[in-house]
């Protein structure tokens, strides 16, 4: 019974769920990264490199025979999944890029001078009396 408490305390911790959910959105994240890098920037360069289809593009080592498919390496795809890469990473490293500025902006702000006390205040008023 003691392992299904702990088990049970652990997938309940705050960090655990935090983390979840950063999965679950940098899954989508990716999908949509991979659908703009698939759909918006690949067919442009398809067609700057004349009509090139990169995720077509194989080395066939072995022809098909009868049922058995043939044997390729798609170097296409895997230059597709290097350009997907590089795009996350520009655009993961401008949003921690920003993240930062916002931060150094943060901590350089001054901080507005305290207030004085009732004291100074007191024995600024008595110098000012005492100037007159």
């Known amino acids: 019974m003691s392992i299904i408490k ?8 705050g960090n655990v769920i935090d983390m979840a959910v950063g999965v679950i959105v940098g899954t989508a994240f ?9 759909d918006v920037i690949m067919p442009p360069i398809g067609v700057l490199v004349g009509g090139v289809d990169f995720a077509d593009l194989a080395f066939t080592l072995k022809e098909a025979v009868g049922t058995a498919p043939a044997v390729v390496i798609a170097y296409g795809k895997f230059t597709q999944t290097v350009i997907d890469f590089t ?3 520009v655009v993961i490293f401008m949003v921690v890029r920003l993240i930062n500025s916002l931060k150094k902006k943060a901590e350089a ?3 507005a001078p305290a207030a ?4 100074q205040e007191l024995l600024t008023e008595i110098r000012d009396l005492l100037k007159k």
């Open 30 to 38: 990716g999908k949509i990264v991979s659908s703009f890098v698939t």
């Open 87 to 89: 795009i996350i990473a």
């Open 6 to 13: 702990e088990f049970k305390e652990f997938a309940v911790k």
């Open 109 to 111: 702000a001054p901080a």
């Open 116 to 119: 004085p006390t009732k004291d």
